[in-house]
């Protein structure tokens, strides 16, 4: 089970910071195929929110400190893959609503695996903490 939570960590980490979040915050608003148009501010937040969420899938897995962090940032970008399923819905495109329908079951397959499956322990470094006087 850790490892397939590692291999879809792993997928879930590269879409949404390279392919989903990166285009929302180096591209031009008119380059983006968007049905609806929305504010450019929004769109950087979701943008934001995107890189942070996929980073935060991955980096205090690595480096083992708050590890807690894998499951909130799975939960968060459910609630991300949310949005973007009502928004491809209100634009009508029923079809194009599947991908994030999927990609938020996957997110959420992250949070409950990473939360009771296989939870990550913290780091293996201890800090040695002087008593406070």
């Known amino acids: 089970m850790n490892r397939a939570l590692w291999f879809v960590q792993a997928l879930l980490s590269v879409f949404f910071v390279l392919a989903s979040g990166a285009p929302k915050l180096l591209l031009p608003p008119e380059t983006l195929?968007?049905?609806?148009?929305?504010?450019?501010?929004?769109?950087?937040?979701i943008g934001v929110a995107e890189v942070f969420g996929g980073l935060g899938l991955i980096v205090p897995a690595i480096d083992g400190v708050r590890p807690g962090l894998v499951p909130l940032a799975a939960?968060?970008?459910?609630?991300?893959?949310?949005?973007?399923?009502?928004?491809?819905?209100?634009?009508?495109?029923?079809?194009?609503?599947?991908?994030?329908?999927?990609?938020?079951?996957?997110?959420?397959?992250?949070?409950?695996?990473?939360?009771?499956l296989a939870p990550l322990r913290g780091s293996r470094r201890t800090v040695e903490r002087e008593p406070i006087r």
């Open 33 to 45: 195929p968007m049905p609806i148009p929305l504010p450019y501010s929004f769109v950087l937040f």
């Open 75 to 116: 939960s968060g970008l459910v609630l991300v893959t949310l949005g973007a399923t009502a928004y491809q819905l209100a634009a009508g495109e029923v079809a194009a609503a599947v991908f994030p329908v999927a990609v938020g079951l996957l997110c959420a397959f992250v949070a409950y695996g990473r939360w009771q």
